[in-house]
């Protein structure tokens, strides 16, 4: 390694320049004593010594030299920084000799003991002082000295480099021999001129060594195999351990800490959730009771296989309405009344009265149950498939799935949902007796039977409904206004259920004016079912989508909280846990669960420290189920509606913040308008694949249609930005920076190439087509022997200087290359180059160095055409340029 690669690392190191010329540094290693007497590289050879120095230093950026002063202050006591001179004005100072090895850092000098020490050869070690020229390393060429040796000649025409003595204890066989130990990762090599390869004098190339090559494939995963098959205790305990969290957090426990606000918040949403339970069982088209089993199960099972501490797992609007989509068509396919019926099977004799004769399924047997039991058959067993297929994506390790489902595209997929169980609930506000509609279309049709029916309208259940959103909507309104007042939220929805129902049973509202209420609500569990396996081909496909949404709003949840309080949650875990969550259940008449941001904002402010918390909800759940359950058999259906629609409102307000989205991010907004619009007029599924289609589609225009501005030098500095951007930004003479901020593919390489030719002013097939046409010309009118004057005017027209001669293409924002990109590179580095322009590229990151290389884009020897950085390429680019100019004039 060379001097001038410490400059990077010691600010006060040889090599490093400032405005106003080489540091102290450099002229201590170059030039001679302050007053008279020679430089160290001979009597009174100073100018030899500066010239040495601006040959085997890396310049950072092309600044003339300029003097400093006389008056330069010496460096202070052995083993002390050294103060930064003050640049000023005047004549160039005499040389200084070299100093003792006292003057370099402390690091340098143990770095250059310890390989005194060692005394190894290699090319950290210089050679032994001797006589001849070759007693030590030439300083900026490639060759190393040794001794004996003879010194390769110069290039004809050039001078000598100059040679700087391998003294064994001197100050720069130490700092060679540091430099190359403590720097052997950057090599910087400076080209000597000789024949072809003169114009590379101009510029030092710095290139990184590259990594080891990685295992091929087949020994990846031989290793891999072996590491995981391995079986050994202490792997089965972290297997089991973090498979069941409890395990690890649960001996841990802190009661004094931790026990009380787990108790209080368990209570406070268990008191929430049992109403939103019995409610959101209609919309998932279950009884009222399989709201409470799915409350209760999700809780429980979540606490054993989940990592977030509170989030709060059960029942979702938007997961309930897909369930209940599919139960509807599911149970209108097996010939049940979308109404209410009841089947009474008997081995031998089939009674009719108040019955439905039930068709054979697809097994030809009659299914022994009602409307009811096939329902809640059906919401098991989409259940049970949602969550196989997120325990499979967990195993799979396929979590990256939800990445595709973007903030703005959930948001957009709930507020759409929200239209469409507002719709569903409506009827029930209104005491209408229609069916329920589901399907493409389903929010107009429902809507188109509401105006029908609006006659048959029943004014009890209008004037409940109406009496509900009075109360309740104030109440919550008042919850998140004061909610950093409030200990626990008003549990006004619980208060409302107790009220609505006391009213139900001493009005005798069902009797006197036909109010529909929850009727009949049994106690304790049914026993356990498997899922109807039959019906598996016929809700594979749809519980794919429910399976996705449950699981990226599960783990968007967690990490959002996670992150909040200082803790990491794990994807593939949340992906088992709320797999099981659906697994389970789905034995015990349960349907679909997932978190719920209503319900974890609730539990974490006020105060959940652990899972403890959701066990204490599920013990709530369990005390309606035995003991309290039957007592809402005269609660009104209505009332459950207005609940249900009352938790709509944070999905609906999402309709204030379009102004802001639009401002932060059009796209985004675009993203969110289709894919609510999809999910409200079409379907819910329909209109989440509408949704991440669409989102798909906009980043492949963004990458198709990509900013590539020209880029500017910024003044006193290495770098380049967008001339369209900033004022005040200098452009170097005949050379052009071109910067393309997006992957270069198929999709987008006709753009690429028309842009750049649009920034550059120049189509090589325009020039080329032109000067082609100019010289057929001139040799026509040669022939006809007139017009010579004219043609050779056209062609020197024709022939004029472009303004350029060198296109600097950044590739820093180019992630990737496919073929056609490395094709659409190379035709327009081989167009320009038929006009006299030269196409450099900079800033490649390794994966792109790898397409470039597999596909073969550098010729033999054109490899100097890859750079690290814009500003190497544009220096080359210049004293290229210069060159080529000086061996013109003397030619």
Aim: net charge positive.
């Amino acid at each position: 390694m060379s001097l001038h690669s410490v400059s990077t690392h010691y600010p006060y190191s040889p090599g490093r320049t400032t405005r106003a010329g080489p540091s102290w540094w450099d002229r201590r290693a170059t030039g001679g004593s302050r007053g008279r007497g020679g430089s160290s590289l001979g009597p009174g050879n100073t100018r030899r010594g500066w010239a040495a120095a601006r040959s085997c230093h890396f310049v950072r950026s092309p600044r003339p030299w300029r003097p400093w002063s006389h008056t330069e202050p010496r460096p202070a006591k052995r083993g002390t920084s050294l103060p930064r001179p003050r640049p000023r004005a005047g004549p160039e100072p005499p040389g200084r000799p070299l100093g003792s090895p006292q003057l370099l850092p402390r690091r340098l000098r143990e770095a250059g003991r310890r390989a005194e020490g060692r005394g190894g050869g290699g090319p950290a070690r210089l050679a032994a002082p001797g006589p001849g020229p070759s007693a030590g390393r030439r300083l900026g060429g490639e060759a190393w000295g040794r001794a004996g040796a003879a010194e390769p000649p110069a290039a004809a025409g050039s001078r000598a480099e100059p040679v700087l003595p391998a003294a064994a204890g001197g100050p720069v066989a130490v700092l060679e021999m540091a430099a190359t130990a403590e720097f052997n990762s950057v090599r910087s090599v400076a080209e000597v001129p000789e024949g072809d390869d003169a114009k590379h004098v101009f510029h030092h190339r710095m290139f990184l060594e590259p990594q080891e090559e990685k295992r091929n494939l087949k020994a990846l995963m031989v290793k891999r195999a072996k590491e995981t098959c391995s079986c050994t205790p202490a792997k089965v305990k972290d297997c089991v351990f973090s498979f069941f969290p409890i395990l690890q957090w649960l001996p841990k426990y802190k009661l004094k800490e931790c026990l009380l606000g787990d108790l209080m918040s368990g209570v406070i949403v268990g008191v929430l959730l049992v109403p939103q339970s019995i409610a959101y069982s209609l919309l998932a088209g279950q009884e009222p009771i399989y709201g409470l089993y799915t409350s209760f199960f999700a809780g429980i099972i979540y606490s054993i296989f989940g990592t977030s501490r509170h989030i709060s797992v059960g029942i979702f609007g938007a997961l309930c309405l897909m369930v209940g989509q599919v139960v509807d068509r599911e149970v209108q396919r097996a010939g049940y009344d979308l109404e209410a019926a009841t089947v009474h099977a008997h081995t031998d004799t089939v009674t009719h009265v108040n019955t439905t004769v039930v068709p054979l399924n697809q097994t030809s047997q009659i299914l022994l149950c009602d409307k009811t039991c096939y329902a809640i058959r059906v919401g098991a067993t989409v259940t049970f498939i949602a969550g196989v297929y997120q325990v499979a994506m967990g195993f799979f390790q396929v979590g990256f799935v939800s990445v595709y489902l973007s903030d703005s595209l959930l948001s957009g997929f709930v507020t759409g949902a929200s239209f469409t169980i507002l719709t569903s609930q409506a009827k029930y506000l209104l005491g209408l007796d229609i069916p329920r509609s589901s399907g493409v279309g389903s929010v107009i049709t429902t809507w188109t039977n509401i105006f029908r029916n609006i006659h048959k309208t029943n004014i009890c259940d209008l004037i409940t409904s109406f009496l509900c959103f009075l109360v309740l909507i104030p109440t919550k309104e008042l919850n998140e206004h004061f909610k950093s007042r409030l200990k626990a939220p008003i549990p006004i929805e619980l208060a409302v259920v107790v009220a609505a129902t006391l009213a139900s049973h001493l009005g005798k509202l069902r009797e006197t004016y036909g109010s529909s209420i929850a009727g009949e609500i049994p106690t304790g569990f049914l026993p356990p079912r498997p899922p109807e396996w039959n019906l598996i081909p016929n809700v594979a496909l749809d519980a794919i989508s429910i399976a996705i949404i449950g699981f990226a709003i599960t783990v968007s949840l967690s990490e959002m909280f996670a992150k909040k309080h200082g803790y990491t949650v794990k994807a593939n875990q949340e992906m088992y846990a709320i797999g099981f969550c659906n697994i389970i259940p789905s034995f015990f008449h349960c349907f679909t669960t997932s978190a719920a941001l209503a319900k974890t904002l609730v539990k974490e402010s006020t105060g959940c420290r652990t899972q403890i918390s959701g066990i204490v909800t599920s013990l709530l759940i369990l005390i309606v189920l035995l003991v309290i359950a039957p007592l809402f058999y005269s609660l009104q259906k209505c009332v459950l509606a207005v609940i249900t629609i009352v938790n709509l409102r944070g999905a609906l307000r999402k309709f204030k913040d379009l102004p802001k989205m639009w401002h932060l991010s059009r796209v985004d907004t675009v993203i969110w308008i289709v894919t609510m619009a999809s999910s409200a007029l079409i379907s819910t599924e329909i209109g989440l694949l509408v949704g991440v289609c669409f989102s798909m589609l906009c980043v492949i225009f963004r990458t198709q249609k990509p900013e590539a501005p020209l880029l500017g030098w910024v003044a006193e500095s290495e770098t380049y930005e967008s001339l369209s951007a900033y004022k005040n930004l200098q452009t170097k003479p005949g050379v052009m920076v071109f910067r393309f901020e997006a992957p270069l593919y198929y999709i987008n390489k006709e753009c690429f190439r028309s842009t750049l030719y649009k920034q550059t002013g120049v189509n090589p097939a325009q020039v080329k087509a032109a000067k082609k046409k100019a010289a057929k010309r001139m040799l026509r009118h040669k022939e006809a022997g007139s017009g010579g004057n004219q043609t050779s005017i056209s062609l020197e027209l024709v022939s004029e200087p472009l303004g350029f001669h060198t296109i600097v293409i950044d590739c820093c924002a180019v992630q990737f290359l496919d073929t056609a990109g490395i094709r659409t590179l190379k035709e327009v580095c081989k167009d320009y180059k038929e006009i006299d322009v030269q196409v450099l590229l900079a800033q490649c990151n390794p994966s792109v160095r790898s397409s470039l290389i597999r596909g073969e884009f550098f010729k033999e020897g054109e490899d100097h055409l890859l750079f690290h950085s814009v500003h190497q390429a544009v220096d080359f680019a210049l004293g290229a340029q210069e060159h080529n100019g000086t061996c013109a004039s003397k030619n």
